[in-house]
């Protein structure tokens, strides 16, 4: 059986990502779990990937130990039209959307990082956040319109793209910000997915925290709060 490494569930975006497709393709796994922050992690990861990084996938004697290789190497294992859309036009883009992603919007990433057990209120975070945020607005009313009038998500049914910027629907729904319908119900879509309810119970079910990934501000609500 294959093996995911992945890191915190409250925090790790890249690990929810490959976590995620493979729930949605029905491929079962085993699951390694690597808390960050801690002085044993580089050592630990060490041993799963010669990066040192997570997500990891470990299935046979392949080793894939980024995000987006592991969505190829899945198109690749278990069918290109159950990873990306089956047809030429809309793969182009989910893959361009993807990719996207995968380098870029540094500031909302850096200055709201993904973090499954707060939420706060909205505030301005800066320039750089904006344009990020409108970027993906943007990309996501684009590719709902062109090709997602099959489904709920950005391409119709749920594809990579829709797994690459599931932690961006995280973080606007964590740190408030206000969304026109249309990007609610695509934000709902992912956040109603019975995987990602999975992912999200066991993450609120952690009981460490990364203190670089805790912004510091008065949450509206702490999930995570111990009484």
Same mark, same amino acid.
């Given at each position: 059986?294959?093996?995911?490494?992945?890191?915190?569930?409250?925090?790790?975006?890249?690990?929810? !990502?490959?976590?995620?497709?493979?729930?949605?393709?029905?491929?079962?796994?085993? @699951?390694?779990?690597?808390?960050?922050?801690?002085?044993?992690?580089?050592?630990?990861? /060490?041993?799963?990937?010669?990066?040192?990084?997570?997500?990891?996938?470990?299935?046979?004697?392949?080793?894939?130990?980024?995000?987006?290789?592991?969505?190829?190497?899945?198109?690749? !294992?278990?069918?290109?039209? /159950?990873?990306?859309?089956? @047809?030429?036009?809309?793969?182009?883009?989910? /893959?361009?959307?993807?990719?996207?992603?995968?380098?870029?919007? *540094?500031?909302?990433?850096?200055?709201?990082?993904?973090?499954?057990?707060?939420?706060?209120?909205? /505030?301005?975070?800066?320039?750089?956040?904006? !344009?990020?945020?409108?970027?993906?607005?943007?990309?996501? !009313?684009?590719?709902?319109?062109?090709?997602?009038?099959?489904?709920?998500?950005?391409? *119709?049914?749920?594809?990579?793209?829709?797994?690459?910027?599931?932690?961006?629907?995280?973080?606007?729904?964590?740190? *408030?910000?206000?969304?026109?319908?249309?990007?609610?119900?695509?934000?709902?879509?992912?956040?109603?997915?019975?995987?990602?309810?999975?992912?999200?119970?066991?993450?609120?079910? @952690?009981?460490?925290?990364?203190?670089?990934? #805790?912004?510091? #501000?008065?949450?509206?609500?702490?999930?995570?709060?111990?009484?």
């Amino acid at each position: 059986m294959p093996t995911l490494v992945i890191a915190n569930k409250t925090y790790s975006s890249w690990s929810l !990502r490959p976590w995620l497709m493979l729930k949605e393709l029905g491929v079962a796994f085993d @699951e390694v779990m690597v808390p960050l922050d801690d002085p044993a992690t580089g050592e630990t990861l /060490r041993r799963y990937s010669p990066a040192a990084k997570a997500p990891t996938y470990i299935d046979g004697e392949t080793t894939v130990w980024d995000s987006l290789a592991i969505m190829e190497y899945l198109s690749e !294992r278990y069918g290109l039209g /159950r990873v990306w859309p089956a @047809e030429p036009a809309p793969r182009v883009l989910a /893959r361009c959307l993807s990719a996207e992603m995968h380098a870029g919007f *540094g500031a909302l990433r850096s200055t709201c990082p993904m973090n499954l057990g707060k939420h706060y209120a909205y /505030r301005d975070r800066g320039e750089g956040v904006a !344009r990020d945020v409108a970027r993906i607005v943007a990309a996501w !009313r684009d590719a709902r319109a062109r090709f997602g009038r099959g489904g709920p998500f950005l391409f *119709g049914a749920f594809t990579a793209a829709d797994a690459m910027y599931a932690p961006v629907v995280t973080r606007l729904d964590t740190y *408030g910000f206000a969304v026109d319908p249309d990007i609610r119900a695509y934000m709902d879509a992912i956040l109603g997915l019975a995987s990602f309810r999975d992912w999200r119970e066991a993450a609120l079910a @952690e009981t460490w925290s990364v203190r670089a990934d #805790e912004v510091d #501000e008065v949450p509206l609500v702490d999930h995570r709060a111990r009484t």
